[in-house]
């Protein structure tokens, strides 16, 4: 009877042991670049959504900086060319206003860099869970017997998926920072800007809430006038 070699035993034990050490660095391997691609994509995620809201909240900046009003225009006229509106109700605060932050593309175009640009919010189209926070601009300034909604404008998705947006204006006569600023109303701020428009955004990070927050400086607060005054003011004055 042929007894077994030791030296093949000793040699197939040896094959089990690679194996199950093989089997072993490679579950880790799996495991650590498993992990490593899973913080790669949450970091690159936090880095968008950052770029997102500071790309966003700039762009709101500067559309404010620029805002002004104007006495040269129609009183009468069904709504003010030159205006603030700011709203605070529901989660996102409206705020529409005029400014010269519109920018003229195109050679002989029917646009001013004068425009009228609003910020509300709006459910998104393929996630109605979701909000949207959206700038509506205008090409121009709105004519005697026209209203904004009438006007040929351009919609933009300023920030996606947002809880709350604050606005909060500061009244240099009051020294206070106020919810709501009409420049229309002779009970509320009328012919006057806020020097300082306070901008909080809510939103919601893997079940956490996070704020961001940033400050525009307005540099008119008093109303434009020319002295030569408007067509409209002109023609009224022949008559």
């Known amino acids: 009877m042929r007894r077994p070699d030791p030296q093949a035993g000793l040699t197939l034990m040896e094959i089990l042991v690679a194996i199950t050490i093989l089997g072993f660095m490679m579950t880790l391997v799996w495991t ?3 992990r490593t691609g899973e913080t790669k994509r949450t970091y690159e995620a936090l880095e968008e959504r950052g770029h ?16 002004y009003l104007s006495k040269n225009q129609d009183l009468n006229a069904m709504e003010r060319r030159t205006r603030m509106i700011g709203k605070d109700g529901g989660d996102v605060d409206e705020l529409s206003f005029s400014t010269l932050a519109h920018q003229v593309l ?27 926070w959206l700038r509506r601009e205008q090409r121009r300034l709105t004519d005697p017997g026209e209203t904004s909604k009438s006007m ?4 933009d998705i300023v920030l996606r ?12 006569k009051e020294q206070q920072w106020k ?28 079940g956490v809430e996070q704020k961001v927050s ?11 006038e020319s002295r030569f005054g408007t067509d409209y003011e002109r023609a009224m004055g022949r008559n």
């Open 161 to 172: 998926d947002i809880e709350q947006v604050d606005f909060e204006y500061w009244d240099w």
């Open 106 to 132: 195109w050679t002989e175009a029917n646009e001013s860099e004068q425009t009228v640009i609003t910020y509300f919010a709006e459910a998104d189209r393929e996630d109605g869970r979701k909000t949207n």
């Open 52 to 67: 997102e809201l500071r790309v966003g909240l700039a762009r709101v900046v500067s559309d404010l900086e620029h805002a």
């Open 152 to 155: 040929p404008s351009e919609v």
């Open 32 to 34: 650590t670049t498993s």
């Open 214 to 224: 940033t400050t525009a400086r307005l540099f008119l607060q008093e109303p434009v």
């Open 179 to 206: 919810r709501d600023w009409d420049t229309t109303k002779q009970d509320g701020q009328k012919d006057r800007l806020p020097t300082r428009i306070r901008i909080t955004v809510t939103y919601d990070d893997a």
